[in-house]
């Protein structure tokens, strides 16, 4: 499995982006069975669990981004999504997608978030 993460630039506080993490590699019938989640990484940090949605749609999301962010996935097209809104310098991160099928992990390159102030 591959994974493309896109979406991610520069945007002032308060406003929005939307991310997307595209699979490849795979086919339709096994990704309908992988969780899926959003990961992100600031300067000088851990890497932290954003959000997060299940095989099933279930979804789960960091305190810091609840109410703000919201999470999908569209599985004919292989594609998670991270709809961003009221962006706060605080969210400026590297953001990783990663997949779970079963015992195997992946990870895709990530893309750059920055909120200015």
């Known amino acids: 499995v591959q994974l493309q993460a896109s979406g991610g630039g520069l945007v002032q506080a308060g406003g929005s982006l939307r991310l997307s993490c595209k699979a490849s590699?795979?086919?339709?019938?096994?990704?309908?069975?992988?969780?899926m989640a959003w990961y992100r990484q600031a300067p000088g940090k851990q890497r932290e669990l954003v959000a997060s949605?299940?095989?099933?749609?279930?979804?789960n999301f960091a305190d810091s981004v609840k109410g703000r962010f919201t999470i999908s996935r569209d599985n004919n097209k292989k594609t998670m999504f991270l709809q961003m809104n009221g962006l706060q310098p605080s969210d400026t991160a590297v953001y990783y997608c990663?997949?779970?099928?079963?015992?195997?992990?992946?990870w895709g390159q990530g893309t750059k978030v920055t909120v200015s102030s």
């Open positions: 990663y997949l779970k099928r079963q015992l195997n992990t992946y």
């Open positions: 949605i299940t095989s099933s749609g279930s979804t």
């Open positions: 590699r795979t086919i339709l019938s096994v990704f309908l069975g992988d969780d």
